[in-house]
Every structure is written in C-alpha cells, then in structure tokens.
C-alpha cells in the first residue's frame, strides 16, 4: 500500500511538473480546433525540422502518424501551436492523392492564373526566382529539362527529386487546385524561369 501511494505521488508531481514546464501541452485541444498553412507548414519543416533530422518524405507515415509526431516535436523543438499546426497540415497534405480533382473541375470557368497559383503556393517552397527558397528543393533549371507531362504528373501526384530531402507534395499541398490550374502554373513557370 506505501509503495503505490510514492508511486501515485510520484506520477502526480511528474504531471504537474511537466505542466509548469510545457505550459503549451494544456493548451493542446484548443490548437488542434485551428488550421494550418500548407504554404508556412513546408517553410517551418524545412527551417526546424532539418535542424535536428535528415528530411524525412513526408509519405513515410500515414496522416494519423504524423500528429503524435508533431505534438511530441513540438515540445522538443519547442515549436509555437501555430508552426506545429502548419508543418502538420503540410505533412497531411502530402499524403493526399487527388485522383477524382480533376474530372469534374477542369471545366470549371474559376481557373486561376499561373501566376496567381505560383504566388500563393509554390513561391513558399521555390522562391521568387525559382532557383528553391528551402534547403533540399530544386531550382528550376534542372526541373525544366523534363517534359510538361513529367512536370504536371509530379505536380499532380507529389514527388520527391533523387537525393533531396524535400518532397513536394500532391497539388503543392492544394487539393483544390485542378488539373488545368496546375497547368497554367506549369505554363507561368516554363515562361518565366525556362531560361
């Protein structure tokens, strides 16, 4: 009976140790009700992430996986709810594989500009002047040599570069984007960094 009340002592002070020292855990139900940024998330797992790991694709574990994951990391490294959110909501988004996008939104006459997709999205991972904004991310100029339809099959399903720890993921990790949208960002790029 003595050792199970040290034991349920020690726990108990174990607890309220680790409260006072990660006041951010109690807060843990509040972050997981608020999104993340696909675009911030793949910037926060480059900047933090690759500090301590090699980069992992993205694709190695499931979505369920990555939360505990995330939660555990973010205590170690010490990660605001905001970051943690957005680097996992990029990890989830890479394992989407949008198969039935494209069907019935190509038609759709809402098709964004090459431009305007690059902005919102690709820019975060490859830069203003596509040459790669993040370690491990190819510049354009070698990703170029290949042929439209590699380029959008990679753009569509995801892909990782031989020897980079960066996967980019499925729609640049928009499933909204449809298949069209993705060509006329692929059409922008070959325009503006082809040369």
Request: contains cysteine; glycine residues 10%; hydrophobic residues 25%.
């Given at each position: 009976m003595i050792k199970f009340r040290h034991k349920n002592i020690f726990y108990t002070c174990g607890l309220i140790f680790s409260l006072v020292l990660f006041p951010g855990l109690t807060n843990a139900a509040e972050d997981s009700s608020k999104t993340g940024d696909i675009s911030r998330g793949a910037q926060q797992w480059a900047n933090n992430c690759a500090?301590?790991?090699?980069?992992?694709?993205p694709k190695e574990f499931r979505d369920d996986e990555w939360k505990p994951i995330v939660l555990h990391m973010r205590v170690?490294?010490?990660?605001?709810?905001?970051?943690?959110?957005?680097?996992?909501t990029f990890l989830q988004s890479s394992n989407y594989i949008a198969v039935n996008a494209s069907a019935s939104s190509d038609t759709s006459s809402a098709v964004m500009s090459g431009e305007q997709i690059y902005k919102q999205t690709c820019i975060a991972c490859h830069g203003a002047d596509g040459k790669g904004a993040i370690p491990g991310v190819p510049g354009f100029k070698e990703l170029l040599s290949k042929s439209d339809d590699t380029l959008l099959q990679h753009m569509i399903e995801g892909f990782q570069s031989p020897g980079s720890p960066m996967a980019m993921p499925a729609r640049g990790g928009n499933p909204n984007y449809t298949d069209q949208d993705l060509r006329e960002a692929l059409s922008y790029i070959r325009n503006n960094f082809g040369q």
């Open positions: 500090r301590c790991h090699n980069m992992r694709d170690r490294a010490g990660l605001t709810g905001q970051q943690s959110r957005d680097i996992l």
